[in-house]
């Protein structure tokens, strides 16, 4: 990060945004979805991320950003939606975008440009903060300044609200990218009869990325005075998450179960203390998913379709799968999947340290993600070893996850902690059996399966421990393999269960009214 005053950053080109054309009076339309159950509740939102599908994702926040917005807007409410405008966004998106006009951001003593433009996906409005300075590159995250990226990003959310021409009572701000926003509109915009009385909400999706800098960033790049430093000073550091949950209204996380977890050291990752003291304003609201991109019987990607009622066809997408994986073709072998970041988060070194033993079983494993180099080599080395039974495919791929959740008798999620989990989710939808460890969302949205009374919809475990999680996948394959009636009952019940956001969108906006 540069920390010499005299080389002030030129201000940044507009990124290439094709048929991009400048409009006199920035249209700040309604947005114009299906509207259901209209709500009471007539306040408007500004929903703030880094990364949101369709435009750009590298995980579960992006899911998030993409479904709970328009979820919101089904219900009434005037929910938009802001994002930097990366390199990566499709050209597609970019060509449709409509230019609205710029300004100039202070990061500290820099003046930074910030192009401003707009795009309606869906119904839902999404603006776009462009400077090609810190966005234009390749990848979201992990620059050596991002610490700098996102408070320039954080800043000019509240910059360029006259531009948009939308006055949000709420700014809902979404992990450490965005985090400062909350901060920054305390110490530098309450006085501006725009801002003033703008309520904001952060929500965690991940505690372990904390946007944790040296001090020197502070006065550098935050421009805070010494008082105003509090805010975001932890432990010798800069720490942004702490900023979010000093100076948001409400803090929540994805799921009850981890706004409780977290509050302890194991998971809290050094935060446990401030959020104890901030517990009056925690809340955990469990995330859904977007039912109808996750639908089987929609779904292009699989081989074929099927849903609740034609569940024969779902072997079709095994024997597909493995035609076009090399393994062997056999409908009857249970197939076991993985989607997934292969970090310690996921549970990875549970699956390597008893790899074998899965294997030595009559099932085929398959595995999909991208992380530490680490996993993808004992992966990959795996793989070889077990040409006939393991395919670890390092890559990121919306088409090959859908073939895996399509294709998989059994989905294994084992994670060490799991804030909420998408993955279970969309697996119980794509009636593929979910294994997991409860913890976080994982023990909010699976239910053990009880051969008694027929309830539940998984397999769990509670100790992060090897043994434990092969148990669990034994007793998954020994009722796939002796208990026909019974897999098929906890199958039905996993993919009868509701994830939508309708749901869960009603939390969100009690949790609005209730600021
Ligand atoms: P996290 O946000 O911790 O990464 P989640 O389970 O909440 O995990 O969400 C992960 C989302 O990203 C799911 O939609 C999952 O299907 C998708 N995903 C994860 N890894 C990959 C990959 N390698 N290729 C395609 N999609 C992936």
């Known amino acids: 990060m540069a920390n010499t005053k005299k080389a002030v950053k030129t201000a940044p080109k507009t990124q290439k945004v094709a048929k991009a054309k400048e409009v006199k009076k920035p249209v700040a339309a309604a947005p114009k979805t299906k509207i259901e159950n209209k709500t009471q509740f007539s306040k408007k939102v500004l929903f703030i991320a880094g990364e949101a599908v369709p435009f750009i994702k590298t995980g579960g926040l992006a899911d998030v950003a993409g479904a709970l917005p328009k979820a919101l807007c089904e219900k009434g409410i005037d929910a938009r939606v802001m994002l930097p405008l990366y390199l990566g966004i499709p050209q597609e998106f970019k060509n449709n975008m409509q230019y609205l006009g710029n300004c100039y951001v202070q990061v500290s003593w820099r003046s930074q440009y910030c192009g401003v433009f707009m795009y309606n996906y869906q119904g839902v409005i999404y603006y776009f903060l462009d400077n090609e300075y810190y966005f234009k590159r390749h990848g979201l995250y992990g620059h050596y300044d991002d610490g700098e990226r996102f408070a320039f990003f954080s800043k000019a959310v509240l910059e360029v609200l006259k531009i948009i021409d939308f006055k949000p009572d709420i700014i809902h701000a979404n992990d450490w990218h965005t985090a400062l926003t909350p901060v920054f509109l305390d110490c530098f915009y309450r006085g501006d009869e725009y801002c003033k009385n703008i309520q904001t909400v952060f929500t965690i999706h991940n505690i372990e990325f904390q946007g944790q800098y040296g001090e020197g960033i502070i006065g550098d790049v935050l421009g805070l005075n010494y008082d105003q430093s509090k805010l975001v000073r932890y432990k010798d550091c800069a720490n942004y998450m702490k900023g979010g949950i000093e100076s948001a209204a409400r803090v929540t996380t994805v799921s009850p179960s981890y706004a409780n977890e977290i509050l302890d050291p194991f998971y809290g990752y050094g935060m446990q203390d401030i959020l104890r003291q901030r517990k009056f304003k925690l809340s955990g609201i469990i995330n859904g998913i977007d039912e109808e991109k996750n639908n089987p019987k929609t779904d292009k990607s699989l081989f074929v379709n099927y849903d609740i009622n034609s569940l024969e066809n779902k072997k079709f997408n095994k024997v597909g799968l493995q035609r076009l ?191």
């Open 325 to 515: 994986l090399g393994l062997p073709e056999n409908e009857n072998v249970p197939m076991i999947g993985m989607v997934g970041r292969l970090t310690h988060q996921k549970g990875i070194d549970l699956v390597t340290a008893v790899m074998d033993k899965i294997l030595n079983m009559d099932v085929q494993v398959v595995v999909l993600g991208t992380g530490d180099w680490k996993y993808e080599n004992i992966l990959k080395d795996m793989q070889s070893r077990y040409p006939g039974k393991l395919r670890a495919i390092i890559n990121f791929s919306a088409d090959m996850a859908s073939k895996i959740y399509g294709a998989s008798d059994m989905f294994l999620m084992p994670s060490k902690f799991e804030p909420c989990g998408l993955s279970q989710m969309i697996a119980m939808r794509y009636a593929s059996v979910p294994i997991v460890r409860l913890t976080g969302g994982l023990k909010d949205t699976v239910q053990a399966y009880n051969h008694v009374d027929g309830t539940g919809d998984g397999f769990t475990f509670a100790t992060y421990n090897a043994s434990d999680m092969l148990n669990a996948i034994e007793r998954a394959v020994g009722l796939y393999r002796d208990y026909k009636d019974d897999w098929a009952k906890v199958v039905h019940n996993g993919m009868k269960k509701d994830f939508s956001w309708k749901t869960i969108a009603d939390q969100y906006i009690e949790l609005y009214k209730q600021i």
